[in-house]
């Protein structure tokens, strides 16, 4: 502390002449923040090569990246529900075909599981009987009570079967998953359509609707 | 994996693949082998789609899988074969200098399928040829099946890891996962078919705009269930190969630019005659004798034979030492030394570099620290007659990009700074090495730059794609003029400008791409040569 600043000014440990810096001469600045993000540069770069080849690569990658957006390989993520559907939209559908590996040569974990034709009538079946002991009754509670709330009364116990039985789906996952979407929600809508021999919503919508009527009384009361 | 790369592969993947391919690949690459479901755990995504995401990059060879103990199977991917996949305009374009059409296009299909049986391949490419034929004219199995063969004699696709023919008296459980085997003498045979036929064209009436009929076209192609007679037997390209035949174009330009065109086309026969005698990785081929040079020259040169011997000895004698002599018998043993060439290529690329971003009289310096191996601060100021102040200044740019490293040499044991010297020295595999970063991080930055401005310009884009349709419709329906005319002009003329802007700054970017990819390629080349050695 008190120590060097009184004898004398800092002395370099080193020689500083062997940086190439002479005694007495003013330092360069010290450098307190990081680079700039985008410096300038002195030389400006030197042009790209041009020439048959590079436009024949140049040609064949932007080619090359339309052709692999339409590959069967390329897996789209599922867009989120547009605002207004437009009308183009169908007919600029790229229908892509349909690649099924080689399951010999990949593990046999890859496969998709094989999907039983029994499944759904000897699940709805499980469901019935064995849904509210599989899954948590506090749960199924509360969905129900969720269900209610939005008005759905009664297709409440039809979604809550579905509910029952895409937990215990879930949860039978490890054992027989079925990989295809497609087949599961065509397994929801039989069974619905199963339940709906009459249209549920017409006279039973008790909650809603009185409610629904009600307010729209409040502001023509005179 | 750096950062750099890791950012690479996700751009790579995600635009080739998809944000879903992208996700796992990536994954995988952080965070090296592991089993299926700790992948689905960690990444989040469903079991279904990340057996689907694996099933795709196995495919592609990113992915590699195998069976540990307790029958686990793990996956890995392969960064490096991912950033292949910036090459792939390079092979495809090489395949057409080498084989012409249909090569080229045998080489595109197996890149972008990854793995395809011959006679998968046979049939594609010889319906796409027979596509661009005249009318009448189509292409014949036979004429494909040639040039595969011959692309397969020359090494430039092999075939893939199979599964070995197990006989049915296994008594245990089948394996969780095949092993695939692959003989060194089998990867190149071609399996005996008899593929006749010729290319089919799409009939113009199956080609509709609103699409609805393609719908029914996959089940045609379900029709033909002949058994395939080469089944099993899947082939891919062989990227070495490729590489090989780069480092051999790299080394005979280089000389065709230190000497001439006949030194070059010495140097390429050379490089041609080792081809298949010599393994991609060896430091150096093996020695030729002049007279076996002379009868493999190509015929077109008539040089006599005395000529050949100066041009020989001239290129032996060069600093650079492409070529070495290694013996007097046969009138005189030449070799090309592999691995020196690919050290001063890429020691001419760091030149290059330091030239560009710092002038030069920087580029002056870092050579005289190159050839001089270590020099003191004086000792440059006073070599490369620069002032003293300039050359410190330069010095210490080099020193902070880290072009140029300090090498200290103590005087005493205890290592006190003010008797040890200090010499600037060029480690030139580890300039390479950060070079190679820069290299990766500025592909990176294109493609990110590129994926922007598309994004800015979408919704231009996709008006002027539905322009573009409705002419091509209305065209082919036979209309006037004047409608074509109208339909035009409703993309107006700023419009246009700013569409030409946009292409002429992605057709840049692009480039630049492929360019910086054969920077990569030679740096990459070298700093593996120089591994093998150590």
């Known amino acids: 502390m008190a120590g060097n600043k009184g004898r004398g000014r800092a002395a370099y440990t080193f020689n500083i002449e062997a940086v190439g810096f002479s005694r007495g001469e003013k330092l360069p600045d010290v450098v307190l923040k990081p680079p700039p993000l985008f410096p300038d540069t002195d030389y400006k770069p030197v042009p790209l090569r041009t020439g048959e080849g590079e436009d024949y690569m140049l040609a064949l990658k932007q080619e090359l990246r339309e052709t692999m957006k339409r590959m069967p390989y390329f897996m789209e993520t599922p867009e989120e529900k547009q605002d207004i559907e437009r009308y183009s939209k169908?007919?600029?559908?790229?229908?892509?075909?349909?690649?099924?590996?080689?399951?010999?040569?990949?593990?046999?974990?890859?496969?998709?599981?094989?999907?039983?034709?029994?499944g759904p009538k000897s699940k709805k079946a499980k469901v019935t009987g064995q849904g509210t002991s599989l899954t948590n009754p506090a749960d199924v509670l509360k969905k129900i009570e969720e269900l209610e709330k939005r008005g759905d009364g009664e297709k409440s116990d039809e979604e809550n079967e579905e509910k029952e039985g895409s937990k215990e789906k879930s949860k039978e996952g490890d054992d027989d998953e079925e990989d295809d979407a497609a087949e599961q929600e065509e397994y929801d809508e039989e069974e619905q359509e199963e339940e709906n021999d009459y249209i549920n919503s017409y006279f039973e919508d008790g909650d809603d609707f009185g409610a629904d009527s009600d307010d729209n009384m409040d502001e023509a009361t005179y | 994996?750096?950062?750099?790369?890791?950012?690479?592969?996700?751009?790579?993947?995600?635009?080739?693949?998809?944000?879903?391919?992208?996700?796992?690949?990536?994954?995988?690459?952080?965070?090296?082998?592991?089993?299926?479901?700790?992948?689905?755990?960690?990444?989040?995504?469903?079991?279904?789609?990340?057996?689907?995401?694996?099933?795709?990059?196995?495919?592609?060879?990113?992915?590699?899988?195998?069976?540990?103990?307790?029958?686990?199977?793990?996956?890995?991917?392969?960064?490096?074969?991912?950033?292949?996949?910036?090459?792939?305009?390079?092979?495809?374009?090489?395949?057409?200098?080498?084989?012409?059409?249909?090569?080229?296009?045998?080489?595109?299909?197996?890149?972008?399928?990854?793995?395809?049986?011959?006679?998968?391949?046979?049939?594609?490419?010889?319906?796409?040829?027979?596509?661009?034929?005249?009318?009448?004219?189509?292409?014949?199995?036979?004429?494909?099946?040639?040039?595969?063969?011959?692309?397969?004699?020359?090494?430039?696709?092999?075939?893939?890891?199979?599964?070995?023919?197990?006989?049915?008296?296994?008594?245990?459980?089948?394996?969780?996962?095949?092993?695939?085997?692959?003989?060194?003498?089998?990867?190149?045979?071609?399996?005996?078919?008899?593929?006749?036929?010729?290319?089919?064209?799409?009939?113009?009436?199956d080609e509709d705009a609103t699409g609805e009929p393609k719908a029914k076209r996959p089940k045609h192609t379900a029709d033909n269930k002949e058994p395939i007679p080469d089944d099993g037997i899947y082939w891919q390209a062989n990227l070495d190969r490729f590489h090989q035949h780069f480092r051999d174009q790299g080394i005979v330009s280089a000389v065709a630019n230190r000497m001439d065109q006949t030194s070059s086309e010495i140097?390429?026969?050379?490089?041609?005659?080792?081809?298949?005698?010599?393994?991609?990785?060896?430091?150096?081929?093996?020695?030729?004798?002049?007279?076996?040079?002379?009868?493999?020259?190509?015929?077109g040169y008539n040089i006599s034979k005395?000529?050949?011997?100066?041009?020989?000895?001239?290129?032996?004698?060069?600093?650079?030492?492409?070529?070495?002599?290694?013996?007097?018998?046969?009138?005189?043993?030449?070799?090309?030394?592999?691995?020196?060439?690919?050290?001063?290529?890429?020691?001419?690329?760091?030149?290059?570099v330091v030239q560009e971003r710092f002038g030069s009289r920087c580029a002056r310096i870092f050579r005289l620290v190159l050839q001089k191996k270590h020099l003191e601060?004086?000792?440059?100021?006073?070599?490369?007659?620069?002032?003293?102040?300039?050359?410190?200044?330069?010095?210490?740019?080099?020193?902070?990009?880290?072009?140029?490293?300090?090498?200290?040499?103590?005087?005493?044991?205890?290592?006190?700074?003010?008797?040890?010297?200090?010499?600037?020295?060029?480690?030139?595999?580890?300039?390479?090495?950060?070079?190679?970063h820069r290299c990766y991080k500025s592909i990176a930055n294109l493609i990110e730059r590129r994926q922007f401005e598309t994004k800015e310009n979408k919704r231009l884009l996709e008006k002027s794609q539905r322009v573009e349709a409705i002419i091509a419709s209305m065209q082919a329906t036979g209309a006037e003029e004047a409608q074509l005319q109208e339909i035009e002009e409703m993309i107006t003329a700023p419009e246009r400008q700013q569409l030409e802007t946009l292409k002429r700054n992605v057709n840049k970017l692009d480039a630049s791409e492929i360019q910086v990819d054969e920077t990569i390629f030679l740096l990459e080349s070298y700093i593996e040569s120089t591994m093998k050695r150590q």
């Open chain 2, 306 to 352: 005395q000529v050949l011997d100066q041009y020989l000895t001239l290129l032996a004698d060069d600093p650079l030492e492409f070529v070495g002599k290694s013996g007097d018998s046969g009138g005189g043993m030449y070799v090309i030394n592999l691995h020196k060439a690919l050290g001063s290529l890429a020691t001419a690329t760091l030149e290059s």
């Open chain 1, 90 to 118: 169908r007919y600029m559908k790229v229908y892509k075909e349909e690649w099924i590996p080689d399951w010999r040569r990949l593990p046999r974990e890859m496969m998709p599981t094989k999907k039983c034709k029994k």
């Open chain 2, 377 to 436: 601060q004086k000792q440059v100021e006073d070599f490369a007659m620069i002032p003293a102040k300039e050359a410190k200044d330069m010095l210490y740019k080099m020193l902070s990009e880290n072009f140029i490293s300090l090498q200290e040499i103590p005087k005493t044991p205890d290592h006190a700074p003010s008797r040890t010297f200090y010499l600037y020295t060029v480690n030139i595999l580890s300039a390479a090495r950060m070079l190679l």
């Open chain 2, 267 to 299: 140097v390429r026969t050379m490089l041609r005659m080792s081809e298949i005698t010599t393994p991609s990785n060896a430091p150096f081929t093996q020695p030729l004798s002049s007279n076996e040079i002379f009868r493999s020259l190509p015929v």
């Open chain 2, 1 to 205: 994996m750096t950062q750099a790369e890791i950012k690479l592969c996700s751009l790579l993947l995600q635009e080739h693949f998809g944000e879903i391919v992208e996700k796992i690949g990536v994954h995988l690459i952080r965070t090296g082998s592991q089993p299926l479901r700790v992948i689905a755990h960690d990444t989040g995504t469903s079991l279904d789609q990340v057996k689907k995401a694996l099933c795709v990059l196995i495919q592609h060879n990113l992915v590699i899988y195998q069976v540990h103990k307790r029958g686990v199977v793990e996956y890995e991917a392969q960064c490096s074969r991912v950033l292949r996949m910036l090459r792939y305009p390079r092979y495809i374009y090489t395949a057409k200098t080498l084989y012409s059409d249909t090569g080229e296009l045998i080489v595109e299909e197996l890149l972008l399928n990854g793995k395809m049986t011959m006679s998968a391949v046979v049939k594609k490419v010889a319906d796409r040829l027979t596509e661009t034929m005249e009318d009448g004219k189509t292409m014949d199995y036979a004429e494909v099946s040639n040039t595969f063969v011959r692309l397969a004699d020359t090494h430039f696709v092999q075939r893939c890891p199979f599964v070995p023919a197990t006989e049915n008296s296994d008594p245990g459980p089948p394996p969780p996962a095949p092993t695939l085997v692959i003989n060194e003498k089998d990867m190149y045979l071609v399996p005996k078919l008899s593929l006749i036929g010729k290319g089919k064209r799409r009939r113009s009436s």
